[in-house]
């Protein structure tokens, strides 16, 4: 760095600066509850039944993962309609946090 002009060294200095700001600002992202609901915000406003939702649909509830979607209604394809929320259970994927969560969006009917 010795061969940098003044000018030079500012640039990079500043340069570093930038960058570390934006590593600590990701960081700090990624363990704020908040900035989650600003990307992904829960505008559910009622409950659906799961054995009429489409994948299109699901999709769209609440930032579920596209493969989750797919194994819920692939799950739905081969045991047929859903009985109880506690078959939610029963798809892979779906502990019991995640269950938690999803039983205040779905009813079944």
Known sequence: ????????KRVAVFLLAVAFCGLTLNILAKFNSGVKKMICPPMQLSRIDLN???????IKVR?????????ILSYRRQHGDFRSLEQLKEVRGIGERRYERLKEIFFVE
Do not use: R, V, W, Y
């Not at 009429?52 to 699901?58: A, C, D, G, Q, R």
């Not at 930032?63 to 194994?71: F, K, S, T």
């Open 1 to 8: 760095m010795s061969d940098f002009t003044p000018e030079e």
């Open 52 to 58: 009429k939702i489409s994948l299109e649909e699901l």
């Open 63 to 71: 930032c579920m993962p596209e493969n989750l979607a797919q194994g």
